[in-house]
């Protein structure tokens, strides 16, 4: 309702307002009444060019050389950031077997930790491949036999019509491998005890 009003009176009283022009000296009239310390002399002005805009004929080289190495620091970062962000995506642990959880995921997960803790105990037992190089044969060669029946399982998994029981099997052997490796563990703990400690 005000804007209207406003609107109104300016339409009304337009030509008024065009009328108005302000006197020829006035802004002589200005520079007269200013003191002379902030206005020097006619003949001691200097005209400045302000450039507009940013043109390459006014950039000086050390604006260049800056902007330049921000655009090539902020590539650098962005690289840095996809490929950190790729390798948490492609490189991530898996914590299944992948040909097993085709099958059953569950399954997969189980086999993997199982796989885990049978890779963990065979290393505890190379501990003893020099100190009894023939007992630790005896133990590696039980193992490796049940290790390529795995092997020849997981390669025939995926053919195989009946994948279930397949994988049962798998499970199976991988925790048979689990408990020899247990029991040579035990095995190997008993024979490496000092003389006194047995007999208590």
Do not use: C
């Amino acid at each position: 309702m005000k804007k209207d009003r406003i609107e109104r009176f300016i339409r009304d009283n337009r030509e008024e307002f065009d009328a108005f022009e302000p006197p020829l000296g006035l802004w002589a009239d200005i520079e007269r009444r200013l003191p002379e310390a902030i206005i020097p002399d006619a003949e001691e002005k200097e005209t400045k060019v302000i450039p507009l805009g940013n043109t390459a004929g006014n950039r000086s080289w050390m604006h260049f050389f800056v902007e330049k190495s921000w655009r090539m620091a902020a590539g650098v970062v962005l690289l840095l950031g996809l490929g950190f962000v790729a390798g948490q995506y492609f490189m991530k642990p898996r914590y299944t077997d992948p040909i097993i959880a085709q099958v059953s995921p569950e399954e997969g997960k189980m086999a993997f930790r199982y796989a885990s803790l049978i890779e963990t105990k065979r290393s505890e037992i190379k501990a003893i491949e020099t100190s009894n190089p023939q007992l630790y044969r005896e133990f590696a060669s039980e193992i490796e036999q049940l290790d390529k029946d795995y092997q020849n399982l997981r390669s025939e998994l995926p053919q195989t019509p009946n994948q279930t029981e397949l994988v049962e099997a798998m499970i199976q052997n991988l925790q048979l491998q689990l408990d020899i490796l247990n029991r040579q563990l035990q095995i190997i703990n008993r024979i490496s005890k000092p003389s006194h400690e047995k007999t208590i």
